[in-house]
């Protein structure tokens, strides 16, 4: 079995994306990592250097910036990526700039990979979420977060990143995927306040223009973190490829996760998730077989 790993990144120093550790924590089950390298006002090519690997190999992009509508330039770099993966790989895993698989998982991973390597019908793995906020003690635990996406995809020339490369599609429809006891650790809503209101301007130039990214982004320059409606405590522990970072943490967050801003529609659609597993009105980009 062979596995190709591939992402994208652009000015991961300048918005502060853990891409470093986002990579290193799926190397030890990729034959090769393709990165698709944007073109960086910063030193993120020497900061993904650093990480001295054989496998990694970096596709030079440059973004198209008249494709922000819809965050479309975020699907078209992964599939700049996804293009340049070795055709003889067999599964082929999708990794974002800000998301980090715990060590813990990556046997299960494996496993299944070998597991459905042959059943040409199984054409993805579909991997639970836990999303990250404020710090590294927090997880969101409201409706507004989505609870679970495709990483792993079988090497089709047809399977292609999806509107703003959250998931992917084969020929257009949803991708035939099979749940895995897995998760994927998105950290994008921790990063010191500062960068995440840069970030936050950025993102949103990515789908709308200025006079609608004045609107919704603060002028402010650090990012408020307290209006978010309800957050748990993370009881877990955190990949290894986190520590360093971790470590290096300079502000302070704290939340009262028995104080939930939520309305009395949200409170009784949550209690139905919570007793039941059932999301009304989630949206799901695969299909489960």
Known sequence: MKVSGFSFIRNALKYDYPIVE???????????????LGNSDDETEALISSINSSKIRIIRTVWDEDMRVGGKVLADETNKA???IAPDSDWAFYIQGDE????????EIRDKMLLWEADKTVEGLLFDYLHFY???????????????????IRNLKNIRSYRDAMGFRIDGRKLHVKPID???????????????????????????????????????????????DSLAIFKGTHPVVMKKRIAEKNWTFDF????????????????????TGWKPGEYRNYKVI
């Open 256 to 275: 009262d996760p028995t104080k939930k801003k939520l309305s009395a529609k949200y409170k009784l659609l949550n209690k139905i998730e919570k007793i």
């Open 22 to 36: 986002a990579i290193t924590s799926i190397l030890p089950l990729c034959d090769e990592f393709v990165l698709a």
């Open 134 to 152: 404020g710090s590294y003690d927090y997880i969101g635990d409201s409706r507004r977060w989505y609870r679970k996406e495709v990483r792993v």
């Open 182 to 228: 897995a998760c994927i650790y998105h950290y994008g809503w921790v990063k010191p306040p500062q960068y995440q209101q840069a970030k936050q301007k950025y993102f949103h130039s990515l789908w709308h223009d200025e006079k609608k990214v004045e609107k919704m982004v603060s002028a402010e320059d650090t990012f408020d973190y307290t209006k978010i």
């Open 82 to 84: 996804l293009n340049n």
């Open 100 to 107: 980090v698989v715990h060590e813990k998982y990556l046997e």
